[in-house]
């Protein structure tokens, strides 16, 4: 009988995709798997679940071969010693204990942690542990730990409350310009014309129905963003007001922790496709000189192997 290998799970689940890393127990990662959103306050707890299903399934066939999956749930084949599930929308103690329940119930692991997806930016992009993460995708959440372990929490208020400076809020703000151009309130037909662009769309018109799809996710509205961007890019001032606006934004969370906080020039760990290129300069030129060493976190399921991997250390005899 082959005695399979002890694994370590993370899990990213964000507003746009659900990412499963499997990987050893020193960290070096064995597979990857994937699935759509799980963020729960936007697709509800039972399409949420079934999104970490699908992901944590993938790696772990990678891992074990296809013939686990007509074995019932691919993990109660698997050893997973310890796992992280970092999960935007875990925003409470309830929210925490729903999602906790959920991996009890399925035997995913026996020792684990689910918290608020920015935990993941905060582990994989601060030397040691402390600093600020602050993460700028479909939402928008900042999170900073001091030496000490204080936590300080800003933004993650989801796309009715907060989100500012989101791909969500860019694109919020980007209709109402092009629907404000289509109907005469406004000027911004450059806007407006990238906007019907983006989704093929002939008419302004055709935007109330294709907004209002239920096929239309808020991953799907928070895409638009890119082409916001990219009009920025081109010195068009409707998108460039839009930009500076997020910038602003992202940098007020920011200033906000470190005002928090009170820790002198505090590590910042950076996340999300907004903040991977041209608008990262613009909200660390308005943060200013208050944090320390800026890193981008390109991959944050590394945060949850981290976070995995010292719930092991924790269970070790002394």
Same mark, same amino acid.
């Given at each position: 009988m082959v005695t399979l290998p002890e694994l370590l799970l993370s899990v990213d689940g964000g507003g746009t995709k659900t990412q499963a890393l499997v990987a050893d127990l020193e960290g070096k990662v064995l597979a990857r798997g994937l699935g759509p959103s799980s963020t729960v306050h936007n697709v509800g707890f039972e399409k949420a679940s079934q999104a970490l299903a699908t992901a944590i399934e993938g790696a772990l066939v990678n891992v074990l071969g296809p013939q686990t999956r007509g074995e019932g749930r691919a993990w109660r084949a698997a050893r997973i010693s310890a796992a992280c599930f970092g999960l935007?929308? @875990? +925003?409470?103690?309830? +929210? $925490?204990?729903?999602?906790?329940?959920? /991996?009890? $119930?399925? #035997? @995913? #692991?026996?020792?684990?942690? /689910? /918290?608020? +997806?920015?935990?993941?930016?905060?582990?994989?992009?601060?030397? $040691?542990?402390?600093g600020i993460a602050l993460v700028g995708g479909t939402g928008s959440i900042c999170l900073g730990r001091s030496r000490e372990g204080r936590t300080v929490r800003v933004g993650g208020w989801g796309p009715i409350l907060g989100d500012e400076g989101s791909g969500y809020q860019i694109a919020v703000s980007a209709l109402h310009r092009a629907t404000q151009a289509a109907d005469g309130r406004g000027q911004a037909k450059a806007l407006l014309e990238a906007v019907l662009r983006h989704w093929s769309l002939k008419d302004a018109g055709a935007l109330i129905r294709h907004v209002h799809d239920e096929a239309t996710t808020p991953s799907d509205i928070a895409g638009l963003a890119t082409a916001v961007l990219d009009l920025a890019a081109r010195n068009d001032p409707d998108a460039r007001v839009i930009v500076?606006?997020?910038a602003a934004a992202l940098a007020l969370h920011v200033q906000t922790v470190v005002r928090k906080m009170g820790s002198a020039k505090p590590p910042l760990a950076l996340a999300g496709g907004l903040l991977r290129a041209s608008l990262r300069q613009a909200v660390l030129a308005r943060v200013g000189e208050e944090v320390g060493a800026v890193n981008y976190v390109a991959d944050p399921p590394l945060g949850g192997v981290v976070i995995a991997r010292r719930l092991l250390q924790r269970a070790a005899p002394a």
């Amino acid at each position: 009988m082959v005695t399979l290998p002890e694994l370590l799970l993370s899990v990213d689940g964000g507003g746009t995709k659900t990412q499963a890393l499997v990987a050893d127990l020193e960290g070096k990662v064995l597979a990857r798997g994937l699935g759509p959103s799980s963020t729960v306050h936007n697709v509800g707890f039972e399409k949420a679940s079934q999104a970490l299903a699908t992901a944590i399934e993938g790696a772990l066939v990678n891992v074990l071969g296809p013939q686990t999956r007509g074995e019932g749930r691919a993990w109660r084949a698997a050893r997973i010693s310890a796992a992280c599930f970092g999960l935007a929308g @875990i +925003d409470s103690a309830e +929210d $925490e204990a729903q999602f906790s329940r959920w /991996v009890r $119930e399925e #035997a @995913i #692991a026996p020792r684990f942690s /689910v /918290v608020n +997806d920015s935990e993941l930016i905060l582990a994989a992009g601060t030397p $040691e542990g402390w600093g600020i993460a602050l993460v700028g995708g479909t939402g928008s959440i900042c999170l900073g730990r001091s030496r000490e372990g204080r936590t300080v929490r800003v933004g993650g208020w989801g796309p009715i409350l907060g989100d500012e400076g989101s791909g969500y809020q860019i694109a919020v703000s980007a209709l109402h310009r092009a629907t404000q151009a289509a109907d005469g309130r406004g000027q911004a037909k450059a806007l407006l014309e990238a906007v019907l662009r983006h989704w093929s769309l002939k008419d302004a018109g055709a935007l109330i129905r294709h907004v209002h799809d239920e096929a239309t996710t808020p991953s799907d509205i928070a895409g638009l963003a890119t082409a916001v961007l990219d009009l920025a890019a081109r010195n068009d001032p409707d998108a460039r007001v839009i930009v500076e606006e997020a910038a602003a934004a992202l940098a007020l969370h920011v200033q906000t922790v470190v005002r928090k906080m009170g820790s002198a020039k505090p590590p910042l760990a950076l996340a999300g496709g907004l903040l991977r290129a041209s608008l990262r300069q613009a909200v660390l030129a308005r943060v200013g000189e208050e944090v320390g060493a800026v890193n981008y976190v390109a991959d944050p399921p590394l945060g949850g192997v981290v976070i995995a991997r010292r719930l092991l250390q924790r269970a070790a005899p002394a």
